[in-house]
């Protein structure tokens, strides 16, 4: 990923500091990202699955 040059990266995990945060479109794109990973995982394809809330 170029968006994460400049960054400290260690298998899966991304290095960062208060000096230096990830860009807030980057975050929304991961947490995007793993919002549709679990949906897959349960079987979900629609928006309604991301309003539930766990354990419901």
Not at 18 to 45: I, K
């Amino acid at each position: 990923m170029n968006e994460l040059a400049g960054f400290d990266l260690s298998g899966a995990t991304i290095h960062f500091s208060a000096d230096h945060p990830l860009p807030d479109d980057l975050v929304a794109r991961f947490v995007q990202e793993r919002v549709l990973e679990n949906e897959a995982r349960r079987g979900n394809t629609g928006r309604e699955a991301s309003s539930e809330k766990p354990g419901r």
